[in-house]
């Protein structure tokens, strides 16, 4: 689901006993339908509650859910259950990393077309919607869950400072671009000794690359055929400049999300900014704990768009119950489930429906100075634009993050990461 | 004193380094034997029916492999043909996500050896393995020749040093990662530096050094001090009498009727070493990918690369192939290792 959680699972490397059942159980409906529906998920969905109800006007069906803590986890057990073909829950979760690969073998799954979800098509985020169909239209391959849009959070005691305006309107208004953004960087660290502007390098370029390739040609590190554009397609250049620039001048703190630094961090001066997707509140809030009580907020992100995770539900074709799962996948997915997980865990709705709901647009949280989050992650979902993803697409990206961040670290001299990062994508992509 | 030494710790040493070959060797003769001379007493004089006696033939000659049969059953199934089928696997462009499967003949071999990271993670191992099993063996050694003495609560002691072995990962990562921080870490604070453990080449398999040795040290030591027990006190009562200081025991008695085990110990390590794993990638918790052993794969193994290949990059052809080169390199490192220990033990 969200990205977050696999790196927050650090730990979880001696822990990954989950997995005990086989697949499926019940037999095949026969008049007295009474199925058991398996559901393979990782990190936190915020489907347990939503199971139930299911279940209620479902009669003769159960679900169960096997969870895993870590994307990381999952990533392999998904792997092996798509390729030999048993061993996978009627429903499987598919994080937007690991959707363009599996859509490369998406005859091992379902079309959510043959079990009525093209009525749903009106209710999605039209990018969602798209991203999980096949490329000639005819294939749903899953269904959208939730969305990360992307905001800012900052520590308004730190803004303070630094002499900076410390309301959200007003701190919105700082950096309409991500050249101001910098430019209020320096500002800061030039009143704030000790603390770094940005935790890291790598939500500037994921960001920057989504609205550049969103506003120009619709695609970042791979064309819509699959070749490497990375070192021609100047969408990919601008934005790797703009995150360069952050690194060159030490404005992050070269950090990577939920990792045990960060989460110290977090409860101390280390960064005054961290890039925000929905599921990043939860986070912060969980980490800078007391600490930070009172001192985080949460503005618009400089480019005006932008998210970051978000997973899809599919259902793979060695699924003896397609037709209940499917159905389970379209109710989990629709409103009223999109609604309920968001209630359960903050996960943002991709279905407008369920954005539109008082419950997720009127949202305040506490946490962050009672900021309408709702409605802040609401308008910045509106205008994110699709763009299309290769199915080496994370490969590359982690390989580029890497520059950027060896970058930071003194290991890689800036006028130099250009052609290593050109060069990292293309072994990650070969 | 040279000649007795060399002929004790052939029939003691059978308990440390009790491994399955020898085990197994000693199992087969215990067998054979008494089948043998019992055919032989019962066979020639008397000639009961002739089922009987070709029912005691074939006891006699297939009894021994059902009894050996066990061990290598359990290896065709879990050691044998996992070997082969990855081989075959590595021979082609194979993704489990992606859900291509081409013939690649030996495309993956040769890409292997113009990978540079290939190369890059196989000088991480070999560096971390070098930098890590020569201080703990050595540590191990002493503190088993500790362990050894008389002294209140040996077995404490001697329990409390494999602790580390128990320990839950997770612990241990969390603690390391506090241990070795750049800004916060108890290491640089003790240390008033400020040393980058994780970008820095050299001072992250020093880390990562330190982690397996914290890990592993009691684990030898306590093969070690079998070991030790195994050796006959008048030796060192002789020895003494002859006016060998403590040191000089150690050196002269100690080690040279080690040398089996130390032998042992280190082909073990060696197979250890090249497949670590588990530390590096707690090390790399920091980082957003943990296989990836840093930003400029400063600290990836070939086992992370391998794996990194195989699950995280979707190529398990050339992860198989990565898994063979490793296979192989092993087997190579620990012949060598074995000539090594040997030599330097045999001009002694």
Not at chain 1, 386 to 415: M, T
Not at chain 2, 1 to 25: I, L, N, Q, T
Not at chain 2, 144 to 163: P, Q
Not at chain 2, 310 to 334: E, K, P
Request: proline share 5%; aromatic share 12%.
């Amino acid at each position: 689901m969200m990205r977050g959680n696999r790196l927050r699972a650090v730990a979880v490397l001696a822990a990954a006993g989950v997995l005990a059942a086989a697949c499926g159980g019940g037999g095949d409906s026969k008049s007295d339908k009474k199925i058991q529906l398996t559901v393979d998920v990782f990190g936190e969905f915020g489907y347990e509650g939503l199971y139930q109800q299911f279940e209620q006007s479902h009669p003769g069906v159960t679900v169960r859910q096997r969870k895993v803590s870590s994307l990381d986890d999952y990533k392999p057990r998904l792997q092996q259950w798509i390729a030999t073909g048993s061993g996978a829950g009627d429903v499987v979760a598919l994080e937007e990393g690991i959707l363009p690969t599996y859509m490369q073998q998406r005859t091992k799954f379902v079309n959510l077309f043959d079990y009525g979800a093209r009525s749903m098509q009106g209710d999605f985020l039209p990018w969602k919607w798209q991203l999980g169909l096949s490329p000639d239209g005819s294939q749903l391959v899953g269904l959208g869950t939730d969305v990360g849009p992307l905001a800012m959070c900052y520590r308004k005691d730190l803004f303070k400072k630094a002499g900076l305006p410390t309301d959200r309107d007003q701190v919105g208004k700082l950096w309409p671009t991500w050249d101001q953004f910098f430019a209020t960087g320096q500002r800061f660290q030039g009143k704030v000794s000790g603390t770094k502007w940005l935790d890291g390098p790598t939500a500037v370029l994921r960001a920057t690359v989504l609205q550049n390739a969103g506003a120009g040609p619709g695609y970042s590190y791979f064309d819509k055929s699959n070749n490497l554009v990375f070192d021609t397609n100047p969408a990919v250049k601008q934005a790797f400049d703009t995150a360069l620039k952050f690194e060159q001048n030490k404005m992050t703190a070269d950090m990577s999300i939920f990792t045990p630094p960060w989460q110290t961090a977090l409860k101390r001066d280390t960064f005054a900014t961290v890039p925000c997707p929905s599921w990043m509140l939860g986070g912060i809030k969980q980490f800078s704990g007391d600490f930070g009580k009172d001192r985080w907020d949460v503005a618009t992100t400089p480019g005006g768009s932008g998210y970051w995770g978000g997973s899809w539900l599919a259902v793979p074709k060695q699924s003896k119950h397609a037709k209940d799962a499917a159905e389970l996948a379209k109710f989990l997915t629709g409103a009223q489930g999109q609604v309920g997980a968001f209630k359960a865990k903050d996960t943002f709705p991709s279905n407008v429906k369920a954005e539109q709901d008082p419950a997720v647009s009127g949202a305040l949280n506490d946490y962050f100075g009672n900021a309408p989050t709702g409605k802040i992650f609401g308008q910045l979902v509106a205008s994110v634009k699709p763009v299309y993803l290769g199915p080496k697409n994370e490969d590359v990206r982690q390989a580029v993050e890497n520059v950027l961040i060896a970058v930071g670290q003194g290991k890689v001299k800036p006028e130099d990461a250009w052609g290593k990062a050109v060069d990292a994508a293309k072994k990650a992509a070969r | 004193m040279a000649s007795r030494p060399e002929g004790r710790p052939a029939r003691r040493e059978a308990v440390p380094g009790g491994d399955g070959r020898r085990e197994g060797a000693s199992v087969t003769a215990l067998d054979a034997r008494p089948v043998r001379s019992a055919s032989r007493a019962g066979g020639a004089p008397p000639k009961p029916s002739a089922w009987r006696s070709r029912l005691a033939k074939l006891d006699l000659k297939a009894s021994p492999y059902a009894f050996v049969a066990p061990f290598f059953v359990v290896f065709l199934v879990f050691g044998a043909y996992p070997l082969v089928y990855t081989l075959w696997v590595s021979l082609h462009d194979w993704g489990l996500a992606s859900g291509t499967r081409k013939w690649a003949g030996f495309g993956n071999y040769s890409y292997l050896f113009g990978d540079d990271q290939f190369w890059h993670a196989l000088v991480n191992t070999v560096g971390i393995f070098a930098l890590s099993t020569v201080p703990q063996l050595l540590l191990a050694l002493l503190l088993a020749n500790t362990l050894n003495r008389r002294m209140r609560g040996a077995t404490v002691f001697r329990i409390a040093v494999v602790a580390p072995l128990i320990t839950s990962m997770a612990a241990v990562a969390i603690v390391f990662g506090q241990l070795f921080d750049t800004d916060f870490g108890f290491v640089n604070w003790l240390l008033h530096s400020h040393v980058d453990w994780h970008a820095n080449r050299a001072w992250s398999w020093t880390a990562i050094s330190v982690m397996v040795d914290w890990r592993w040290t009691g684990y030898n030591a306590l093969i070690f001090l079998a070991a030790m027990q195994a050796i006959p006190k008048d030796l060192y009562e002789a020895a003494a009498i002859d006016g060998a200081s403590r040191t000089r025991q150690f050196w002269q008695i100690t080690v040279p009727l080690l040398r089996p085990t130390i032998l042992f110990t280190v082909v073990i390590s060696t197979i250890g070493g090249l497949q670590l794993f588990t530390e590096p990638v707690l090390f790399g918790s920091g980082t957003s990918n943990k296989m990836d052993g840093g930003a400029t794969h400063q600290f990836q193994t070939l086992t992370m690369y391998m794996y990194d290949s195989a699950f995280g990059h979707d190529r398990y052809g050339y992860g198989a192939a990565v898994a063979w080169a490793l296979f192989l390199l092993i087997i190579a490192f620990s012949l060598l290792n074995f000539a090594f220990v040997r030599r330097a033990g045999g001009t002694r």
